[in-house]
């Protein structure tokens, strides 16, 4: 059979050679295709973060540590369980010695073999297990917590780079109407310059304009590469070298003074659902849990205990036939059951538990320390956003009304210098001023957006598609 197959296979080769050649080339060509089509779709700014949440390698560390927290968590709960253990041993004793079966001495070769069941379990512990139950699982709570704030932070580094790039595409469009307005105003130089209506200085000045916006083009594309390349490796998107995102439409804001935004009703929203703020919060009580664990140490414990024991000894022997009473009979013969309970009172332990409670209160205080500080942070976060955003706010509605008016400045300078009444070089000043006005227009635009989606964070507003539950 295996010799056929192989006949049959070179033979198919042979014949089918250059249909082969066809099918791999088929092949990478829709390899390729597929590839340049997956990095044109075009990618939404949810799109970007979801993929990103699924895909980022820090997060997956993040998960893990909240399964670590679940099964410590878990094993807590398991250890209110008895401790049930089996022992067995095979002993063989040369020379002089103690017969384990009825403690005499003896001077013969023997062998003894032992089995044991014991079951214990801790009635009282200073209720050490019982806070650590809850100390784990506020402790799982808090990775959780912990884990979702990364994925907010994933999120809004996303949504930066996602807007840098919307920038710099603005930026790109701006340069390239540039670069056409430079083209326009060279070819009219040119003719001018051929009929004798200007000198060859003027040509080269419109050309020296021209060039300087071609290099601006290509600069804005590059930094568009580069800014394409930043999305690309938050998100962690494999085999792709580009991206082409859906661009957000930028609001325009009345020509009206808009209410300042209450930072502190936006702080008191905030502190009940922030990740960061939840998952200190639970750190503080997971201390004091942990403070009363230290403080279980001092108590006495109390455990009950219960056991089966039997053996197999060689010098058990009958003492009629003087023979060793066989396995089966001693294993039933030398049965041995006991119950107990254990009270062990802490005396002195050379002050570790006293160092113990101690060193847990200090913990205590710092996990309280850390939460003011996260609130503090938060709150000048907040605080630093409202006044950015009016401040914003202001820049947006004076940098439109500048556009504007080097808008009709600009057009008013084009006719002067197509009609030969100013020179290349106010001209380009004007040029150059309406672009720096666009410039500054789009960048204000952008930050007021971003502004306000992260304050639409904190006032609780679903931002982002994540699930805040865990």
Known sequence: MRLGYGFVYKNYISSNKQMNFKTKLLYILWIIVGNTIHSQESWSLEDCITYAIEHNLQLKDFTYNQETNQETYRQSIRNLLPNVDAFSDYN??????????????VNTDFFSNNYKLNAEITIFQGFQKLNTIKASKILYKASNEEALHQKYLLAFRVMSAFYDIQFIEGLLVISKEQ?????KNYALVKKQVEVGQKAKADLYEAESALLADKLLVTQNENKITAAKLKLIQEMNLEDVT???IQSLSTETYPEKTVLQADKDSIYNTAKTFVPILKAQELRVEAAKKQLAIARGGLYP????????????????????TLEVIPFSNQIKDNVSKYIGVSLNIPISSRGANRSRIKQQKIEMMRADNNLDLQKQEVYQLIQQLVQEGEALKTEYLQSSQKMKAQSLTFDIAQKKYEKGLINAIELNQSKNLLANSQNENLQV???LKVNESTLDFYKGSPVFNINRTQ
């Open 92 to 105: 063989i004793r040369y020379g002089r010695s103690v017969d384990p079966n009825n403690n005499n001495i």
């Open 445 to 447: 635009q952008l930050r």
């Open 179 to 183: 670069e056409q307005v430079s083209q």
């Open 301 to 320: 414990s109390l455990s009950f205990f219960a056991g089966y024991q039997t053996g197999f000894y060689e010098t058990n022997v009958n003492e009629n």
């Open 242 to 244: 580009t991206i082409s």
